[in-house]
């Protein structure tokens, strides 16, 4: 008897070569967009069958529903129904929508069909905005990476042991901040390194607070990248402006705790 494991293989193996075939037809063979069809369609119903063997394994409809939506977008785009901008995205967006189920049908358990059906959808709402010129161009990679980075915030938020999540989500979200600052003109020069020192500390500050006591070594390195980033930072032009405010800032709150102190 051929295991769930297995089954899945299979699956994902009748996906593949399905998608290799029509490839290499493509290459060698000038066949219709109609043959195309068929070809997907074969392959999805053949992981349709597949599926009604274990009807309890939903991760098996998700090859056969890739397979058949492909297949119908072929089939709509070579009857002239679907055309432009929209293409991409609804192709997206259907192929995005089997994970959405898998991953709303057990959240904890299946929180890895997040993280493909959310990129999917980002991806096509991007391609589709940027074919209205409704996102500028210098937002493109913060748009892209935050869409990246938002799943596996919701990974962490869902189940508080997935704190792994949150070293992805994080270096995505600072790395695409970076390009946008870097894009606008807002991070020159040492402001560059500066805010990457400043990125790669903040994590360990994180941890540090996180548990004061276990957990006093991340403040070394935490230090350390945080000492060099006020070096960078301190030849910038902005740091005229910030470091005195932030002086003022502090002191203010020291003087403020001196006076509500409890003796």
């Given at each position: 008897?051929?295991?769930?494991?297995?089954?899945?293989?299979?699956?994902?193996?009748?996906?593949?070569?399905?998608?290799?075939i029509?490839?290499l037809?493509?290459?060698?063979?000038?066949i219709s967009?109609?043959?195309?069809?068929?070809?997907?369609?074969?392959?999805?119903?053949?992981?349709?069958?597949?599926?009604?063997?274990?009807?309890?394994?939903?991760?098996?409809?998700?090859p056969a529903?890739?397979?058949?939506s492909?297949?119908?977008?072929?089939?709509?785009v070579?009857?002239d129904?679907?055309?432009?901008?929209?293409?991409?995205?609804?192709?997206?967006?259907l192929?995005a929508?089997p994970?959405?189920?898998?991953?709303?049908?057990?959240?904890k358990?299946?929180?890895?069909?997040?993280?493909?059906?959310?990129?999917?959808?980002?991806?096509?709402?991007?391609?589709f905005l940027?074919?209205?010129?409704?996102?500028?161009?210098?937002?493109?990679?913060?748009?892209?990476l935050g869409?990246?980075?938002?799943?596996?915030?919701?990974?962490?938020?869902?189940?508080?042991d997935n704190w792994?999540?949150l070293?992805?989500?994080?270096?995505?979200?600072?790395?695409?901040m970076?390009?946008?600052?870097i894009?606008?003109?807002?991070?020159?020069?040492?402001?560059?390194?500066?805010?990457?020192?400043f990125?790669?500390?903040?994590?360990?500050?994180?941890?540090?607070?996180?548990?004061?006591?276990q957990?006093?070594?991340?403040?070394?390195?935490?230090?350390?990248?945080?000492?060099?980033?006020?070096?960078?930072?301190?030849?910038?032009?902005?740091a005229?402006?910030?470091?005195?405010?932030?002086?003022?800032?502090?002191?203010?709150?020291?003087?403020?705790?001196?006076?509500t102190?409890?003796?």
């Amino acid at each position: 008897m051929v295991s769930r494991e297995n089954k899945r293989d299979i699956g994902w193996g009748i996906l593949l070569i399905t998608f290799g075939i029509v490839a290499l037809l493509n290459l060698f063979v000038s066949i219709s967009d109609w043959m195309i069809v068929l070809i997907l369609a074969g392959g999805g119903l053949v992981n349709l069958a597949l599926f009604l063997t274990d009807r309890k394994d939903w991760v098996l409809l998700i090859p056969a529903y890739i397979l058949l939506s492909a297949a119908l977008i072929t089939a709509i785009v070579s009857l002239d129904l679907l055309r432009g901008t929209i293409i991409a995205p609804a192709v997206l967006m259907l192929v995005a929508l089997p994970f959405f189920v898998v991953f709303l049908f057990n959240p904890k358990e299946n929180w890895w069909a997040l993280i493909p059906s959310w990129v999917m959808v980002s991806i096509g709402l991007m391609v589709f905005l940027l074919g209205l010129n409704l996102l500028p161009g210098g937002v493109v990679p913060l748009y892209i990476l935050g869409s990246i980075a938002l799943p596996f915030l919701v990974v962490f938020f869902l189940n508080r042991d997935n704190w792994w999540a949150l070293i992805p989500a994080w270096s995505l979200l600072a790395i695409g901040m970076m390009i946008f600052l870097i894009d606008t003109r807002i991070l020159l020069n040492l402001a560059i390194p500066a805010y990457i020192m400043f990125a790669i500390a903040i994590p360990f500050f994180v941890v540090f607070l996180n548990n004061r006591k276990q957990n006093r070594w991340a403040l070394i390195p935490g230090g350390i990248l945080g000492v060099i980033g006020l070096g960078f930072f301190a030849g910038t032009n902005l740091a005229k402006y910030i470091i005195p405010a932030v002086l003022i800032l502090f002191g203010g709150w020291v003087l403020v705790s001196s006076f509500t102190k409890k003796e």
